[in-house]
């Protein structure tokens, strides 16, 4: 698999932003879709945002559009997600991952490498 280090993250309010990041290892030169997932107790991982290198098109979930954005810095193998106007519900452990293309939408389904995790919690 494909390292991946998380970094960023932690404790904000209500309103305010966070920036995460994500630094690959050993990523193909092919065409591939990279993106953030998110996870709280109880429930199953979501996808959250990715990008698709081949044609740099964005795809993000509705709880989090308007308010979340993904990049990817090819030249440094670098995926950012900036989160503003934050919310409680955004609370959870963030991942960021790897999969193979096609990927119109983004689901925990076939990805071939994960990041360790990162907590973001946000309080009221």
């Known amino acids: 698999q494909v390292p991946l280090v998380e970094s960023g993250g932690g404790s904000a309010q209500t309103g305010g932003s966070l920036k995460l990041s994500c630094s690959f290892s050993g990523l193909p030169e092919m065409q591939l879709c990279v993106g953030w997932f998110r996870e709280v107790p109880g429930r199953e991982r979501e996808g959250v945002a990715r990008?698709?290198?081949?044609?740099?098109?964005?795809w993000y979930a509705d709880s989090v559009k308007g308010r979340f954005a993904i990049f990817f810095d090819n030249a440094k193998n670098t995926l950012d997600l900036r989160m503003d106007s934050l919310k409680p519900e955004d609370t959870a452990i963030y991942y960021c991952?790897?999969?193979?293309?096609?990927?119109?939408?983004?689901?925990?389904?076939?990805?071939?490498?994960w990041g360790q995790g990162t907590q973001v919690t946000v309080s009221a």
């Open positions: 991952a790897v999969k193979r293309p096609p990927c119109p939408a983004w689901s925990q389904s076939g990805v071939h490498s």
């Open positions: 990008y698709y290198t081949g044609s740099g098109t964005t």
